[in-house]
């Protein structure tokens, strides 16, 4: 259902990614020795900690600009993130090419994902790219499936490998998020929850948060903000947003609004979510159904708006007011 703890737990440091030892020993001695690729290949099972590492490398190579780049404007000034599963084609992977040449201070770092979903002409406008960079420019192709991918480019990829997280690995892991979040999980459920991971950390923290039935500490200010987009109070709505913004993304923001809406569907049926607490049974039954799915889908047309811009802020802002039209 969720993947708040998901995003709320994503690594921000190599130290802090679990399971995956040799893989970030590899990339810290590379980063530290100069001997980093200019492509980069991720390959390992899905929620293993792919996009998050390619992240942190984008990190620890724009460290020398730290003065003037913080994280969050980072992210969005030369982090390029593509999905290749719905940017299949030679268009998209030249209009890539062309825009990455201009380029912001700092090191710029395209990380394709689903790599394996580009189709072969797209390969072949990259193979050149991938061969000679521009300067200061890293491309990080991430896969589930290395298997898809023509030889041509693995080639010319370092390649790091991502595995299966082990069982204790997990449950270790899980046993200091469900500590931080108070949510009481025994230790033979530990033990269930590492298992049905299957050696995705992320599989299990969004089953953690399901069976744990979760609302993160902002519940009570996402409930206020609902609230205020009912009533149609703009004021109070971007009063609340600014007081989550000192805690959350803005792209978090409006996923966890997401989730409000779909919950609140739920319940309009009597069925039980984790916002349970907030309403009465009587109250929830009467939900305007057709108002949540509006809101539901403007909050989708959000999220897309914060790939349109880099000033995610003004996004979120614009998006509130809209939602409370
Ligand atoms: N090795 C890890 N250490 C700590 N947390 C992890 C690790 N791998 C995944 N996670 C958790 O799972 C979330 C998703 O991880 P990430 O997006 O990096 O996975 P991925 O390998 O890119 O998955 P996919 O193949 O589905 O894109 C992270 O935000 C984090 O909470
Ligand atoms: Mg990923």
Redesign the pocket.
């Known amino acids: 259902m969720s ?1 708040v ?7 921000q440091e190599f130290s ?5 030892d040799r893989t970030v020993e590899q990339l810290q001695s590379a980063l530290e020795n100069g001997t980093l690729g200019h492509a980069l290949l ?1 390959c ?12 942190i490398v984008a990190w620890e190579l724009n460290k020398k600009y730290e003065a003037t780049v913080t994280w969050e404007k980072l992210q969005h000034l030369v982090i390029t993130e593509v999905d290749a599963a719905s940017n299949t084609g030679v268009d998209n992977v030249r209009e890539i090419i062309e825009n990455i040449k201009y380029c912001v201070q700092g090191h710029r770092v395209v990380i394709l ?2 790599a394996h979903m580009l189709s072969k002409n797209a390969f072949n406008a990259l193979l050149k790219t991938l061969e000679e960079p521009p300067k200061d420019v890293t491309f990080i192709l ?1 896969t ?1 499936e290395p298997n898809k991918l023509i030889p041509t480019v693995v080639s010319r990829c370092q390649k790091y490998e ?1 595995h299966d ?1 082990d069982l204790e690995t997990l449950k270790a ?1 899980y046993r200091t998020i469900a500590e931080l979040e108070k949510l009481p999980v025994s230790e033979e459920g530990l033990t269930q929850l590492a298992l049905a991971a299957e050696g ?3 599989d299990g ?1 969004t089953l953690l948060q399901t069976s744990g039935e979760a609302v993160n500490d902002s519940s009570k200010e996402y409930f206020n903000l609902v609230g205020a987009i009912y009533n149609q109070d703009v004021v109070t709505a971007l009063d609340v947003v600014q007081e989550l913004r000192k805690a959350n993304e803005p792209r978090t923001i409006i996923q966890m609004l997401e989730k409000w809406f779909y919950w609140a569907s739920l319940e309009s049926f009597g069925m039980k979510t984790p916002i349970r607490n907030y309403f009465s049974e009587s109250a929830a039954s009467n939900f305007d159904l057709g108002r949540l799915q509006e809101a539901f889908k403007t909050c989708l047309e959000i999220e897309r708006n914060f790939t349109a811009t880099p000033n995610s802020k003004i996004v979120l802002d614009m998006g509130v007011i809209k939602l409370c039209l």
């Open positions: 993947e703890l998901a995003l709320k737990y994503r690594p802090e990614v679990v399971g995956q991720f390992g099972t899905r929620g293993t900690g792919k996009t998050t590492v390619a992240r994902d689903e991430v589930t991502f997280v892991h995705s950390v992320r923290l």
